[in-house]
């Protein structure tokens, strides 16, 4: 058993050095290790359970602005992906993209964003996590995560045994705040910034982007950023004017 671990090590490492893309817009350097046809399969897979156990609005005002906006941001994102933009019955304010262009949005997060412009910075930054292949990009952490955690664990079985559980619980915990979170941190900035230049692109007014992310953050309390996977409200909010500032002077 312990041969078979050492060699899908060993094969995963030969992946990692051959697997490097570019993200776009921002052009930062990613590993990704699964297919784009496997990641396809697995959003496809999890938008058709979604929207079976969800309701979904349909034919209304909201839910055709919904469909508008998404559709003309993904024109300008220019990737060819079979799009599709839902509106879901949920209290929660919160929007979501999966693998391959499939975005839904719940109703909870239109009593934040007031106007078109403010949805388009919720639509267009779902749209960057999907250009952006952040889902492919988190399997593929997690995979090397897991891959170290079996060597250690074959390293520490033949040395010094009796420190495995003391190993894992260690390295569970640094995995998750010293990598994981802090990935998943990069990841929602990147798709701020992503995002900021497709509205940009398809004509929104920037400065409604940091309005809706002022209203996302009325009435709560700023989280510990070093405990979360996303950025906090005064992070955001400056480095999302610092991006606006910069499309300014370029024009």
Known sequence: ?????IVSILFLALLIVGCTSKTPYTNRSQM???SDEKELALGEQSYEKTLKESKVIKNTKDSNRVKEIGKKIAKVANKNYDWEFNLIENKAKNAFCLPGGKV????GILEVAKNDDQLATVISHEIAHALARHGAERISTNMVSQGI???GNIAIASQAPEYTKSFNIAYGLGSQYGVLMPYGRMQENEADEIGIYLMHKAGYDLNEAVKFWENMNEGKKDTIEFLSTHPSSKTRITKIKNIIKNIKIKK
Do not use: N
């Open 149 to 151: 955690q079996i060597l």
């Open 1 to 5: 058993m312990r041969i078979k671990q």
């Open 32 to 34: 990704i290790l699964i």
């Open 104 to 107: 839904v949005v719940y109703t």
